[in-house]
T-cell receptor, first 115, second 111 residues
Framework: AQSVAQPEDQVNVAEGNPLTVKCTYS??????LFWYVQYPNRGLQFLLK??????LVKGSYGFEAEFNKSQTSFHLKKPSALVSDSALYFC?????????????FGSGTKLNVKP | KAGVTQTPRYLIKTRGQQVTLSCSPI?????VSWYQQTPGQGLQFLFE???????NKGNFPGRFSGRQFSNSRSEMNVSTLELGDSALYLC??????????FGPGTRLTVT
């Protein structure tokens, strides 16, 4: 069965410090992995994706994520957090080819960046 | 390019009524997916349409249905509304089946 886990409901970090939002996954076959961000009263915005290739993926707004196949993880990172990064972050995995476009989302992690 | 649009943005209905939500995908995107977002359950997949055909379906009762038109616009219908159907309903379109682009959502409140 396909699933995504975000073990932290909330992450608190001071502005200027590095941040990490954790994600682990379970999927049949090769994973297609994604990160999205949601601001209050808005839809989700695409940040980055891993399909194949380099394990370190760079995305929008200075975010990056590292794919680790042995640990089945896809943690979101940023070297220096901004207050404006405060939002809800979702990790997602796309199911195997038979269910071509079925996505499974994690429960979300609220990121709080304090000045 | 214009983004994904959803109408209406807010809706208040009473139990037992039915509701129809609309989604216009990004031009050229043929895949449209619907999600229900609630604080307790997170983001749950409802269904996906591609070229007017339902290609995937989540674990929701038959009260939840949808369709897609030839111009890729999609509608979602919920009949016999229950209090638990109160949620943010999100529509997402996709060009190739990889990343999805989400609309702002329709906030449905059932009283």
């Amino acid at each position: 069965a396909q699933s995504v886990a975000q073990p932290e409901d909330q992450v608190n970090v001071a502005e200027g410090n590095p941040l990490t939002v954790k994600c682990t996954y379970s999927v049949s076959g090769n994973p297609y992995l994604f990160w999205y961000v949601q601001y209050p009263n808005r839809g989700l915005q695409f940040l980055l994706k891993y399909i194949t290739g380099d394990n370190l993926v760079k995305g929008s707004y200075g975010f990056e994520a590292e794919f680790n196949k042995s640990q089945t993880s896809f943690h979101l990172k940023k070297p220096s957090a901004l207050v404006s990064d405060s939002a809800l972050y979702f990790c997602a995995v796309r199911a195997a080819l038979r269910n071509f476009n079925k996505f499974y989302f994690g429960s979300g992690t609220k990121l709080n960046v304090k000045p | 390019k214009a983004g994904v649009t959803q109408t209406p943005r807010y809706l208040i209905k009473t139990r037992g009524q039915q509701v129809t939500l609309s989604c216009s995908p990004i031009s050229g995107h043929r895949s449209v997916s619907w999600y229900q977002q609630t604080p307790g359950q997170g983001l749950q997949f409802l269904f996906e349409y591609f070229s007017e055909t339902q290609r995937n379906k989540g674990n929701f009762p038959g009260r939840f249905s949808g369709r897609q038109f030839s111009n890729s616009r999609s509608e979602m219908n919920v009949s016999t509304l229950e209090l638990g159907d109160s949620a943010l309903y999100l529509c997402a379109s996709s060009p190739r089946g990889d990343e999805q682009y989400f609309g702002p959502g329709t906030r449905l409140t059932v009283t």
